[in-house]
């Protein structure tokens, strides 16, 4: 079997829907449908985590199910500014450590790394503590994500790009929090990404 490692935060875990309605879950079926008995999803998503948490998780909730497909998808916690601070809950410089780290990792164990580019959101018009809205402060992980990429030539899947090329409404995509995917996203997202896998490695 191999192993498909979904890595991340709230957007992989899916805690707010039955285990079989989120979406690696629904990769895997898409995965037995076109090849039986070959891959195992692991979903390995911790709802508020960043890639510093997923970081400090990867020793044994990554690495014991390398080699395999690692799909790499971190950003929306990150860049986040409590109401009460002035500054992201991870930095950027060491957001983009973690992700660099993770793909050398991946590799230096036979596997092929993934990143995944973060699907778009709605508009929040809330301020943070350092004033901006959430859309702004994460904007610069968003776009780091797309710079390690092409500096370390990586394979990747663009869920935001997808859904602009598909004509997909954000407002359907997301949740009441605008930010979460809602059931009918994670049917979409497994199809991002199963697509995506074809191109890249299957």
Known sequence: MINI???GD???????????????SLLQKKLDAAKPDVFEVHNRGVGGHTSAQGFDRFWSDVLPL?????????????????DFSIVPRVGLAEFEKNLKEFHRIAKDNDSVPVFIINHIIGELAAKQGNGKTYNENIAPYNNAVRMIVNDLKADFI?????????DIDTNDFVSRD?????????????????????????
């Open 10 to 24: 709230s957007i992989t875990e899916g805690a707010e829907f039955p285990v079989n309605a989120r979406w690696p």
């Open 178 to 202: 605008k930010i979460h995917l809602s059931l009918e996203a994670n049917h979409i997202y497994a199809d991002i990404i199963f697509s995506g896998l074809n191109q890249i490695t299957l």
């Open 5 to 7: 490692i979904c890595f």
């Open 158 to 166: 663009d869920v935001s790009l997808q859904m602009s090329l598909q």
């Open 66 to 82: 390398l080699p395999g497909v690692l799909l790499i998808q971190f950003g929306f916690n990150d860049g986040n500014v409590k």
